[in-house]
């Protein structure tokens, strides 16, 4: 049985604040219930993992990590859950912190946590076949390894993999920290090296055996400058090892039949659970409780790479025209968290903007749903388009990324047999997202066109089965 160990910064429920988590969360599970791999986790002690989780936990070691100069303390806690083990790495100076991410020592933050990944092995007589980081943070446990570590007895055989889950944030610092902070030398310059500064995701992609990322189409577009954010040049080195897998979503978690944070069951063979999810959360925001006309929603963080200038520039329209109502949920940038509160004050009949991030209000969201807005101009994966459709919302997404490779576009052919999952379109414009968002308003008013095409929708299979197969498969290679 193999040993496969994931090194990341985030895992629900312990800690996460996006995709990220909900991978580390689901993919070691499903992994595990292959019975092919003994699968382990070792992410930080988070405050509120520690606040909520460490009653449950068990010591498993004490000791020094050595980052350059410093000579610090780690401990190791773990649990069980899932048929996987996470290992969970203590130091409170370094973690006991409200947030997870945007310190001003973020970088030292997780090279120690990458370091004391490494020391562990040895601490606790665990050596994985197969070491796996995710992101920026979780890069130098692979620069390490190599660097510092292949020579130790019982890391010489370790193989690796390393996935980009955003290739936007790299790790990028001055080289004047490369041997304070990351306790490198002159001697791994060029390794470290990436337009001038040090970039940890380009090493990390340089150092490991294979590079994934989460979905096939983000795999092509990361090695062209438009989507690569600089590291196309990297990226083309590397294309023989890399490759795209498209994430899944936890289907215990999201499951409308069992989701306790929804108002009304449903399934993809009885709706009317869904209808009742509508208007109870009609009635949870003040709008009018109407099941007659189509809900319109965004789950989103606000920013403009997720297409909310797209939805600012044509939401107005669709509101105009329709009679519908629109609820949209998310925080980020204050233009467009000031766009969407006048909005609402503009439309108070029609039009709801929550300002917050809050994960069961977004299941309720999802299972109030009809129609489901991601017009974003790039996407790695995306899991909202896949949760969305789990709770029979009808997407209208652009075709990038994961988002291209999850919904494809629905239409009916000559015999009547329907084809695609969704509503998409190419280009990045208000008017084509404008255009797509009205087919779909057009559809769901024809009632039986409706629910056949949420038959389909609901069916599609965007749980973890076939992608841990092809993480297996990764892992045969190695």
């Known amino acids: 049985m193999k040993k496969i160990l994931y090194v990341g910064a985030e895992a629900m429920p312990f800690a996460a604040t996006g995709g990220l988590g909900d991978v580390l969360g689901s993919l070691p599970a499903a992994l595990a219930a292959t019975g092919e791999c003994d699968v382990r986790v070792v992410m930080p002690l988070y405050e509120m993992a520690a606040k909520n989780w460490k009653s449950k936990m068990k010591r498993l070691a004490e000791f020094q990590v050595q980052l350059s100069w410093r000579s610090l303390y780690c401990g190791v806690w773990s649990l069980e859950q899932n048929g996987v083990t996470y290992y969970f790495i203590d130091n409170e100076y370094y973690f006991r912190r ?21 020391e562990m092995m040895r601490q606790i007589n665990y050596f994985p076949d197969i070491l796996h980081a995710h992101d920026w943070q979780a890069a130098l446990s692979i620069v390490y390894l190599n660097c510092l570590y292949r020579s130790v007895p019982g890391y010489g055989n370790i193989r690796t993999a390393f996935t980009i889950h955003n290739i936007e944030y790299q790790g990028q610092y001055d080289f004047a920290i490369l041997g304070d902070v990351f306790a490198l030398g002159n001697d791994q310059h060029s390794l470290m090296e990436n337009d001038g500064c040090i970039n940890l995701m380009k090493a990390a992609i340089e150092c490991a055996d294979r590079v994934t990322t989460v979905s096939p189409r983000y795999a092509e577009e990361i090695k062209t400058a438009e989507y690569a954010h600089g590291l196309e040049a990297a990226l083309n080195r590397a294309s023989g090892k890399l490759c795209g897998i498209l994430n899944g979503i936890d289907y215990d978690y999201y499951n409308p039949e069992t989701d306790p944070a929804i108002a009304a069951a449903f399934t993809r063979r009885a709706l009317s659970g869904k209808v009742k999810d509508k208007m109870a959360m009609q009635k949870e925001c003040g709008l009018p409780v109407r099941r007659d006309i189509p809900m319109l929603s965004v789950i989103s963080r606000l920013a403009s790479h997720k297409g909310l200038d797209l939805v600012v520039n044509c939401i107005e329209r669709i509101v105009a025209e329709n009679d519908v109502q629109f609820l949209i949920l998310g925080r980020g940038e204050e233009r467009y968290e000031k766009f969407f ?3 609402q004050n503009r439309h108070p009949d029609r039009v709801r903007a929550r300002i917050c991030y ?13 129609i489901f807005l991601m017009p974003s101009k790039t996407e790695p994966c995306g899991l909202s388009q896949m949760i969305a459709s789990r709770y029979g919302a009808i997407p209208v997404v652009r075709e990038t990324g994961g988002l291209y490779d999850s919904i494809k576009p629905y239409w009916i052919d000559e015999k009547g047999i329907l084809h695609g999952n969704g509503f998409t379109f ?15 308003i057009d559809l769901w008013r024809d009632v039986p066109a409706r629910r056949r095409l949420l038959s389909r929708i609901m069916e599609t299979d965007f749980s973890w089965g076939k992608s841990a197969t092809k993480y297996l498969d990764l892992y045969r290679g190695l």
């Open 358 to 370: 809050d994960r069961d209000l977004s299941k309720r969201v999802y299972a109030a749903t009809d």
């Open 341 to 343: 509160i006048d909005f």
């Open 426 to 440: 190419a280009g990045y414009s208000s008017e084509e997202l404008c255009e797509r968002t009205q087919a779909a």
């Open 98 to 118: 409200p947030a997870l991410y945007g310190h001003y020592d973020d970088g030292e933050r997780y090279a120690y946590f990458c370091m004391a990944v490494l």
